[in-house]
């Protein structure tokens, strides 16, 4: 009787959720972040601003008889955390937030994925520093770890390097989206079809398809150094990046196995560095995820670092303990 992708809970599922739900707000509370509970409606153009403009096909869209204006139902509530920053907090140098409430999307990430996740989330605002990253990276393991999940492995990326690459190149608008869509599936022959036909030189085909064969375990960053030209700032300083959480994650999580792969553009379109994601084993779907997105808040006249993950309530319930 529900639509798919749509579920409710039921006893004694509801009260486990209320359970975790109170434990997660509590420990983000702890430490130092301050809660918001944004609506679950606004007006569509703040909804697909700066975080959000990648999410018009996931929105649900109405038009609002009071005032004719189009309205969206949110389909990620990390947007609305930028705008209250900007918004309500511009005055303050670095802000923390969390959240957590449902959200609404017309088609879920995944196969077999939910289109109403209860979504759990924490962003830091307008800390640059690597101390920020290594922070968000910590309450994710410590979300995973509070709803009862002990095997999980992290996923690594930098999404710096891509951009760097697609600079050079000097792509347009759909040459880019190509070459995206053909890095996420890595497709070797696509690469070498489409680098003939835009005429693209031996050097730049050939780092392009490095970023398809860099992906394993944590060695793979000695073996981009090779592969990939660290003359460019930009991309050094994303292997650097990468390097050093890797390092970060091996100290304070000695048996958390980790997993680089720098095709992995997740959130491409706003984020700007390191991006990760956390899986348990056998289960396809991330648990969580998140990374970098500087300029958050730009469109409301407040740009500024910004770093974050949100994780679906519903998905660390069923799997964890």
Same mark, same amino acid.
């Given at each position: 009787?529900?639509?798919?992708? *749509?579920?409710?809970?039921?006893? /004694?599922?509801?009260? +486990? ?13 702890? +430490?130092?972040?301050?809660? !918001? ?8 153009? $703040? ?15 109405? $038009? ?13 509530? $990390? /947007? +609305? ?12 140098? #670095? !802000? ?6 449902? #959200? ?31 922070? #968000? ?12 999940? +002990? ?27 190509? *070459? ?37 375990? !944590? ?52 984020? $700007?560095?390191? *991006? ?26 407040? /740009?500024? /670092? ?16």
């Amino acid at each position: 009787m529900l639509p798919p992708g *749509v579920e409710e809970a039921l006893p /004694p599922t509801a009260w +486990q959720l209320e359970t975790l739900r109170r434990r997660l707000l509590d420990h983000y509370r702890a +430490q130092g972040y301050e809660l !918001v509970l944004p609506p679950l409606i606004e007006h569509l153009d $703040t909804l697909l601003t700066g975080a959000g403009a990648d999410l018009d096909a996931q929105t649900f869209k109405l $038009t609002d008889p009071a005032s004719g204006r189009l309205l969206g139902l949110r389909a990620d509530m $990390t /947007p +609305q955390a930028a705008r209250i920053a900007a918004r309500h907090y511009r005055d303050r140098p #670095v !802000v923390r937030l969390c959240y957590l409430g449902t #959200v609404l999307r017309t088609q879920p990430d995944s196969l077999g994925g939910s289109r109403a996740p209860r979504q759990a989330g924490c962003e830091i605002f307008g800390e640059p520093g690597f101390a920020a990253e290594l922070e #968000v990276l910590r309450l994710m393991l410590d979300t995973l770890r509070l709803a009862g999940l +002990q095997e999980v492995h992290v996923d690594l990326g930098h999404v710096g390097i891509y951009r760097a690459l697609a600079a050079r190149l000097n792509l347009d608008a759909d040459d880019e989206a190509a *070459v995206f869509d053909i890095l996420q599936r890595k497709s070797q022959p696509d690469l070498r079809d489409f680098a003939a036909a835009r005429r693209l030189t031996p050097e730049a085909a050939a780092e392009l398809g490095a970023l398809m064969e860099l992906n394993g375990e !944590v060695s793979v960053l000695e073996r981009a150094k090779d592969m990939l030209d660290v003359r460019d700032p930009a991309i050094a300083a994303a292997l650097t990046a990468l390097v050093r959480a890797a390092a970060e994650l091996a100290r304070i999580a000695p048996d958390l196995p980790l997993h680089v792969d720098l095709a992995e553009l997740r959130g491409y379109r706003y984020h $700007t560095g390191l *991006v990760f994601a956390a899986f348990a084993p056998g289960h396809g779907r991330e648990l969580a995820r998140g990374g970098r997105y500087d300029g958050a808040g730009r469109e409301f006249g407040c /740009p500024r /670092p910004a770093i974050g993950f949100s994780a679906d309530l519903n998905e660390l319930l069923r799997l964890g303990a």
